[in-house]
């Protein structure tokens, strides 16, 4: 590996937390009596940070509940699956302890909550190999801007050209690459379009082990 910087995607990518992300919001509209459909709303919620995904939540299915509300609700059954559940791919550790014995300088970038970010990483015992950790809700958008790539870069005082960029979502690896990131896609089941993931990105990973 020749890899200097890194920006790591966190679910999806580093843990496994997929199936629970993509019944979260259906599951909590079930619980509400909405009967609207939810299909396709997992997509659609992907890229954006808690905070716009329950914005977009109450306006299209108008819950009575605030976006504050409906976002404490969430979390909550967020924050236990990070504090009990969710696991770290197999592999992962491996790889990280490779790129950080090569000098590489790690970051995580996510949509997810940093007080969850720091409560997952830290019980799988990952936390340290990251110079930092950044969430989308720090720049005010969803991975469907470049915003908190440009950041890390900043931080990472590096090179969009000089960065790798591994992500799970279609969507994010698409915006990193237009703006200039190299970009490692990484597989998981739960994501989709693979195919296409597969195609737009510099490297692959379909398997951490």
Request: glycine fraction near 6%.
């Amino acid at each position: 590996m020749d890899k200097k910087y890194c920006i790591m995607d966190m679910d999806g990518t580093l843990i496994d937390s997929m199936p629970y992300w993509n019944t979260l919001s259906p599951d909590y509209l079930k619980s509400r009596g909405i009967t609207k459909s939810t299909e396709g709303l997992v997509d659609i919620l992907r890229t954006m940070t808690m905070p716009l995904a329950c914005d977009y939540l109450k306006k299209e299915y108008a819950l009575p509940e605030s976006s504050e509300e409906i976002l404490l609700q969430l979390n909550d059954v967020m924050r236990r699956h990070y504090e009990f559940d969710i696991p770290l791919k197999k592999g992962v550790r491996e790889h990280l302890d490779e790129l950080s014995s090569k000098g590489a300088r790690l970051c995580v970038v996510t949509a997810t909550a940093l007080p969850l970010v720091r409560l997952c990483l830290k019980r799988l015992g990952v936390i340290e190999y990251f110079s930092f950790l950044m969430s989308c809700e720090e720049v005010g958008y969803g991975k469907d801007r470049p915003d908190a790539f440009l950041e890390a870069a900043r931080r990472l005082d590096a090179a969009p050209g000089d960065i790798y960029v591994y992500e799970d979502s279609l969507t994010a690896l698409q915006t990193a690459r237009d703006a200039g990131f190299r970009t490692v896609a990484v597989y998981d089941p739960y994501s989709g379009s693979w195919e296409q993931c597969r195609q737009i990105a510099d490297e692959t990973i379909t398997d951490w082990v």
